[in-house]
């Protein structure tokens, strides 16, 4: 741990894209294959292929390709040992990379004869199969380190020595023959899912925010938030968490986050008072939560719409009031720890009346709501009227747009480089920055566009972002000089443009490296799992030390996820967790009367991988953050993990109150959901720190805790005095079903046996359909029942039914039905629990002394 200690932040951020920087041919080598890659990977997210009839290749022929580049690279950027020379490619290096480039490249080539003899394994199958296997476990040892490699190896030998492991794990075991053709000829383990969504979403997203990065949005983001909040207590702490929350948008490495923000950030929160660790510890938070936050948040989130089965846009909807609750709360807890160490605001800052910020706060979203509305109704109204010259005018309009942010930004001088070590003495105004990159919006808002209104793919939207951003690097040089009468300059502007999107398209593609080769030894570990059946052991497992306790199970989980994301990549501590753990949570909340949504199960997942990052003693953002602020990794590592606390304790409330990924919410709903939920993390933020008006005795501390689960929680109280569900009588079960109300959710308990023969008791939803009596109603929801005594038994359901989609089959029994009861809102607990803050506020501020409160209120 100590060498680790002393690793720079640079060397860091250079492990992620490659460590070795070879001089001369093979230089230019690496940066050619690396670029072919991006344009590869343009070239079939595109509709040219379909366009031209040329290229169109099927997934699995795109996924052979992808891989192939990331093996190549892979090879030939990451050196084998720490000895290893990084200033040229040993032969034997070149060598490995040609075998795992012809190994991974096979699918592709001799695609059309495996195609036609499915499950048949030739000498050549075989062999190919032997060799890219070990050569991707040495890629992934090399790009991520030995944890992921070691625990494929692990499902390896798993595989194969079934019949030899103990009886609670064993298996009849697969032959060498199975195993080669299940992992690497197939599309079930090695290039199954989890590569394609790496090859369809995953690259281009990437390649986004290197695009974005390299147009100089990264820099423009953190002036604007400095500019913004560093007139505040804890200013650069407040601008380092809202620049982190823009270019986390953008960066899916938490690594890179932290370099990028923090290198200008953590400076200047140490010139105000903060210590290296806290300093390191607000960045390291703030930018590992970039890959929760919508609209572009980390690679799993793409695995998301595979494994869960429901479009990007659902979840981006249902990731963003968590994702953003993290981050206010994550600002006032800079705010709390300001007060604390008695900081003052930088400079002389003229004090705006509160009505009058909240007048300007009100005006400027009713502004941008109103240019968001004429947009989007002004194009629905366009688009018909202009048909098939629909796209070209709506190009023409995006190009007028651009000519005009630019000649805004034109008049002013170009945003300089801020130098961290200067000291502060001046702050950017907020408005001449705010003018000076306006353009660098545009293509967010075209991915925006295409996600959630024209409803594209992730990869066809994030092509059009992308094809928004060359545009923007190609020209945005040259324009602006020729704007500001530099006709001398444009020439020299044009070629610096050429090359930021060269350097661009070869940086996105060795961020990828990494990823591109986590998803693939996933891949090994998913394949595994169908193959064997060990997933079903493991969950047996899990569930007998849970002991059936769904909130026990969910803290195994959470702590399996951080054990795991200490050697494992965030994307591929999801894959892993999720495919083992999230059909077991499901079927334990089930069993315990809990329905648990699965977005709810795979993004509680998502939360605690992206934790692992944070985590000690192996949580290398905090290494990155330490190498930058000069202090302790691991003391940076545990402020950071208590910062987080926020976010740890996000994903167990909306397991229990799915409310909060607003399911099945309206939007009126939704907006005061978003008011109190938010009210809450503060509160929770509160209590964490001790610190409200002022310090807080420990029963308060307590009380405000208390107070934060009321009100995320309120149906948790209410239950226990009030049965949130009615039962209805067994007995005339068919004639109660005519009376009820169409659309009421019909609890009903069932008791059955497990693929095993165990017997096994679960909950399911059904609603009631709308018209019809008793039978008719249960024949819609495709259920047929008789009487065994006193015994209420399904008779038959219906094939591809309502009741056959959530798990109903013949001869179970329905031990009870209920419907929910009519009782007052859930909602009227949050009374009491707002009370009780206002007393422990009350006593706070007549404890406080008045100079502070005052200071406390202005802030």
Request: proline share 5%.
């Amino acid at each position: 741990m100590s060498s680790t200690e002393h690793i720079s932040a640079e060397e860091l951020i250079a492990q992620e894209s490659g460590a070795r920087s070879p001089q001369g041919l093979m230089s230019i080598l690496i940066a050619a294959i690396a670029l072919s890659w991006s344009l590869f990977q343009l070239w079939i997210a595109s509709p040219l292929p379909f366009i031209f009839k040329w290229a169109v290749l099927n997934d699995t022929e795109t996924r052979s390709i992808h891989l192939s580049f990331a093996l190549l690279l892979a090879f030939l950027a990451y050196p084998a040992f720490k000895r290893s020379p990084r200033h040229y490619i040993p032969i034997t290096d070149i060598a490995l990379a040609l075998l795992a480039l012809a190994s991974a490249a096979y699918l592709f080539v001799f695609y059309q004869h495996l195609a036609l003899r499915p499950g048949t394994l030739t000498t050549a199958d075989f062999a190919v199969a032997c060799l890219g296997i070990p050569l991707l476990l040495e890629a992934t040892r090399r790009t991520l380190g030995p944890p992921l490699a070691i625990i494929a190896l692990l499902f390896l030998i798993y595989s194969v020595a079934g019949p030899y492991m103990p009886d609670m794990l064993a298996h009849r075991g697969v032959s060498l023959k199975a195993l080669a053709n299940h992992q690497w000829i197939t599309t079930e383990g090695v290039f199954g899912i989890a590569l394609g969504v790496s090859t369809s979403f995953v690259f281009l997203f990437v390649l986004f925010g290197a695009l974005l990065e390299r147009a100089g949005a990264g820099n423009y983001f953190i002036q604007l938030a400095f500019s913004l909040l560093g007139h505040m207590r804890g200013g650069p702490a407040k601008a380092a968490v809202v620049a982190s929350a823009l270019t986390g948008m953008i960066s899916g490495s938490s690594i890179a986050n932290v370099v990028t923000t923090g290198t200008f950030t953590i400076p200047m929160m140490k010139k105000v008072g903060f210590s290296s660790e806290k300093a390191g510890a607000v960045e390291v938070t703030s930018s590992v939560n970039g890959q929760i936050m919508p609209p572009v948040m980390g690679a799993a989130a793409f695995l998301m719409v595979e494994y869960v089965g429901i479009s990007y846009v659902e979840i981006i909807k249902h990731a963003f009031l968590p994702a953003a609750i993290s981050y206010i709360a994550l600002l006032y807890i800079v705010h709390l720890e300001a007060l604390k160490l008695g900081m003052q605001p930088i400079g002389a800052v003229e004090h705006k009346p509160w009505l009058k910020r909240l007048t300007g706060f009100a005006f400027g979203a009713m502004l941008i709501s109103g240019v968001s509305l004429a947009v989007y109704y002004g194009l629905g109204w366009l688009k018909p009227m202009l048909g098939d010259y629909a796209l070209l005018v709506i190009c023409l309009m995006l190009t007028l747009c651009y000519l005009g942010l630019l000649k805004v930004a034109a008049s002013r001088q170009p945003l300089p480089i801020e130098d961290p070590d200067k000291p502060i003495e001046t702050l950017p105004d907020t408005r001449t920055v705010l003018l000076s990159g306006l353009h660098f919006i545009l293509p967010v808002v075209v991915l925006v566009w295409c996600l959630m209104v024209e409803r594209l793919s992730p990869g066809l939207s994030a092509f059009w972002g992308s094809v928004m951003l060359i545009g923007i690097l190609l020209t945005q040089r040259p324009i602006l000089c020729w704007m500001r009468g530099n006709l001398s300059e444009v020439k020299n502007a044009t070629r610096d443009g050429a090359v930021d999107l060269r350097e661009g398209l070869i940086t996105g593609a060795r961020n990828m490296i990494g990823i591109g080769i986590a998803t693939a030894t996933a891949g090994v570990i998913v394949g595994a799992v169908s193959q064997t059946g060990v997933g079903l052991v493991l969950a047996d497992l899990v569930e007998f030390l849970s002991m059936g306790n769904l909130l026990l199970m969910l803290i195994l989980t959470a702590v399996f996820s951080l054990i795991l994301g200490m050697g494992l990549p965030t994307t591929a501590n999801y894959i892993v967790v999720s495919s083992l753990l999230a059909p077991v949570i499901v079927a334990l909340g089930q069993q315990s009367g809990l329905i648990v949504p699965l977005i709810a199960v795979h993004l509680f997942v998502f939360y605690f991988g992206i934790m692992a990052d944070v985590t000690p003693p192996v949580g290398l953002a905090s290494f990155a953050a330490a190498a930058v602020s000069k202090g302790s990794p691991i003391k940076t590592g545990m402020q950071a993990f208590y910062y987080s606390l926020r976010t740890a304790a996000l994903p167990f409330l909306f397991i229990f109150n799915t409310d909060l990924l607003l399911i099945n919410v309206d939007w009126l709903h939704g907006i005061i959901i978003f008011i109190v939920a938010t009210g809450a993390m503060l509160i929770f933020a509160a209590g964490t720190q001790g610190w409200l008006v002022t310090r807080s005795r420990w029963y308060e501390s307590i009380l405000l805790l208390v107070v934060a689960f009321t009100l995320f929680r309120p149906g948790f109280w209410l239950d226990m005095v009030d049965d949130p569900y009615q039962d209805l009588n067994r007995q005339t079960f068919v004639e109660s079903i005519g009376t009820l109300t169409p659309g009421t959710q019909l609890r009903l308990r069932i008791k059955g046996e497990d693929y095993i023969g165990n017997e096994k008791s679960f909950v399911v939803l059904l609603p009631v359909p709308n018209e019809g009596d008793g039978e008719q109603r249960l024949a819609e929801m495709g259920l047929e029942v008789i009487y065994e005594g006193d015994k209420l038994i399904i008779d038959n359901v219906a094939f591809a039914s309502p009741a056959a989609k959530i798990g109903l089959e013949f001869d179970q029994e329905i031990v009870s039905a209920r419907i929910p009861s009519e009782r007052v809102p859930k909602e009227v607990m949050w009374l009491p629990g707002l009370a009780l803050f206002m007393l422990i506020y009350w006593l706070q501020r007549r404890r406080a002394p008045r100079l502070k409160v005052a200071e406390a209120v202005t802030q």
